[in-house]
């Protein structure tokens, strides 16, 4: 009222505490509280650590140089740190451990990235852009016959609903809780349905449309919590 608004609905927004590995709040008095410049420092390098990490058994054609992996290293890193921040209910407090945030399993960035990889390294094993995907499945139409793709379909459909949410609660929890369950529903899509040796071009292509359409969904709901996506990972 007092700055001309009329009607204003003001909210106050609440936020939990981060605590240290030892479940205690951070402080700065004693001097447990990380400044930020040195978390980022210290999150990208145990990502660069995952990155090349020798027992993954990656191999990538053609092989990454090291600009590459401290490019993938910075956008994982600093992607972690965001991720956990957001993926808790934002009154809650929450455990900062930095070696679970950049894991390549469970409910990290570094997890989500590697799922969004995985879409464009699919698409490009096949030897297809976009708009060719496209225009097979308008050719050929949908064919769900494995469950696994239903149940991918039906998750990518619950992007409106987890964004729906964001905005009644102030959460972003519930876009982050979205993308780790869609995810989750892709890798076991992956294990499940063959792409590059499905049985018939109509199964084919309904597959590769919903890898191309899991990559874009993985994408645009790490790009609304600031989290930049890698190609190759």
């Known amino acids: 009222e007092s700055v001309g608004l009329i009607d ?24 447990t509280l990380i400044g930020l410049e040195s978390l980022l420092d210290d999150a990208v390098d145990a990502a660069y650590q995952v990155v090349c990490d020798p027992d993954r058994l990656v191999k990538f ?10 490019m993938i290293a ?19 407090d929450y455990r900062f451990i930095l070696s679970k945030m950049v894991a390549l399993t469970g409910n990290t960035s570094t997890y989500a990235q590697y799922n969004y990889a995985r879409t464009v ?10 708009s060719e995907v496209l225009e097979r499945v308008r050719n050929t139409g949908i064919h769900f016959t494995d469950p696994a793709e239903r149940a991918l379909g039906l998750q ?3 992007l409106e609903e987890a964004l729906q949410g964001v905005y009644d609660d ?30 018939t071009p109509e199964i084919q292509n309904t597959r590769l449309a919903l890898v191309l359409l899991t990559g874009r969904v993985l994408k645009k709901s ?7 996506v890698v190609e190759r990972m």
Do not use: W
């Open 222 to 228: 790490l790009e609304l919590v600031g989290i930049e």
């Open 74 to 92: 910075e956008r994982v890193g600093i992607g972690a740190i965001k991720y956990a921040d957001l993926s808790h209910d934002r009154t809650s």
């Open 61 to 70: 054609d053609p092989p990454m140089d090291d600009e590459e992996k401290r």
């Open 170 to 199: 102030y959460g972003p929890n519930h876009l982050v809780d979205y993308v780790y369950a869609t995810a989750e529903v892709f890798s076991k899509f992956n294990v499940q349905c063959h792409v590059l040796t499905a049985e």
């Open 8 to 31: 204003a609905k003001l909210v106050h927004v609440s936020f939990g505490t981060v605590l240290g590995e030892d479940g205690r709040p951070m402080k700065t008095r004693s001097g």
């Open 121 to 130: 390294s699919i698409l490009r094993r096949v030897g297809v852009t976009e």
């Open 156 to 158: 990518l459909l619950q």
